[in-house]
């Protein structure tokens, strides 16, 4: 059994944290918030004193953290100071972070050290369950170290290459989803305009070519995918705000990279509309409702 240190218990971190207790991990774990460091020992969590704390002896050491300015804090110490957990983890420990944050920032933090970079998705849900699929980038050798890590966290485990392209990885496949959704919310807008039936739509598309995830398990109309968050008044599942930023992150790559995404733009515009709109907290999916509310 292998010794852990895990940042950021939130949402995503603490179920993560508690299933590498729960699989006999000796898992020390450190949080900003004393509800979330409560919520973690009640788990089987060790408390740590702080980030480094967490680091310090540890043969894996993960984050789970909102975005690219607190990864770095934690890794690097307040304001990139010193005193992160780059400095204070033993030589031969795996770093890891989980956080989905920019590319840049991503191969930025281990401070010279091979560190993973392993986004995730599969939501709260999955991370209680276990069932998380891990996007890895990074060293071949650090990969195949950490699978069993990973394997307690989750199903689906991709090395996608080397650092930075786990979470290009996860920029792509999350700009390509809000896409489909859109794509999804306009057919349905459409067909109700027609006089279509949502069943008959859904008969049609899910066995042709209009086919995809967003349709047959995440469909945005209630009726068709009974688990799908239409059907509970479009409670996430993964809110919209959580889509807007990851699309600022996907454009973000693709202006640096020089990648032209023109409907990644514009999903993150109408992304940006319906969050401004007081959708921000609503599952991404809702957003066929300003759709159908939007004029021609
Ligand atoms: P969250 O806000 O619930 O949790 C983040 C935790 O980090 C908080 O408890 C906060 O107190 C703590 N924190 C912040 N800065 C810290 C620091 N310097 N040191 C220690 N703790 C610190 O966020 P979440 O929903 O758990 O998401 C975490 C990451 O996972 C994000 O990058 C998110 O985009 C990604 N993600 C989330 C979901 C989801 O459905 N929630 C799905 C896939 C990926």
Redesign the pocket.
């Known amino acids: 059994m292998a010794r852990i240190g895990f940042?950021?218990?939130?949402?995503?971190?603490l179920p993560m944290a508690r299933n590498l207790a729960r699989k006999g991990h000796e898992v020390r774990g450190?949080?900003?918030?004393a509800a979330?460091m409560d919520a973690a020992a009640e788990g089987g969590v060790g408390r740590a004193q702080s980030?480094a704390d967490a680091a310090r002896g540890a043969d894996f050491v993960i984050s789970?953290?909102?975005?690219g300015a607190?990864v770095k804090?934690?890794w690097l110490g307040a304001g990139g100071q010193g005193g992160g957990m780059a400095a204070a983890c033993d030589p031969q420990a795996v770093l890891i972070d989980?956080?989905?944050?920019d590319v840049e920032t991503a191969r930025s933090v281990a401070a010279g050290r091979p560190m993973l970079d392993a986004?995730?998705?599969g939501?709260?849900m999955g991370a209680e369950a276990g069932t998380l699929t891990f996007m890895v980038g990074g060293d071949a050798a650090a990969f195949a170290s950490a699978k069993p890590i990973f394997e307690a966290m989750g199903r689906t485990i991709v090395h996608c290459g080397e650092a930075g392209a786990g979470q290009a990885a996860k920029l792509c496949n999350n700009m390509l989803l809000a896409i489909c959704m859109i794509g999804t919310g306009e057919a349905f807008t459409l067909a109700e305009k027609l006089g279509l039936s949502h069943e008959a739509l859904f008969e049609v598309a899910s066995k042709s070519s209009g086919q995809s995830w967003a349709l047959t398990t995440y469909c945005p109309v209630p009726g068709p995918v009974p688990g799908s968050p239409a059907n509970r008044d479009y409670r996430p599942g993964?809110a919209t705000a959580?889509m807007l930023?990851d699309l600022g992150l996907s454009q973000q790559a693709a202006e640096a990279a020089g990648a032209a995404t023109p409907l990644g733009a514009a999903a993150l515009e109408l992304y940006r509309r319906f969050a401004e709109g007081g959708g921000a907290g609503t599952d991404f999916s809702g957003i066929i409702n300003m759709l159908r509310g939007t004029a021609r």
């Open positions: 940042v950021g218990l939130g949402n995503m971190g450190y949080d900003l918030s979330a980030a789970m953290l909102p975005a607190h804090d934690a989980c956080s989905t944050i986004p995730v998705s939501g709260t993964f959580l930023k």
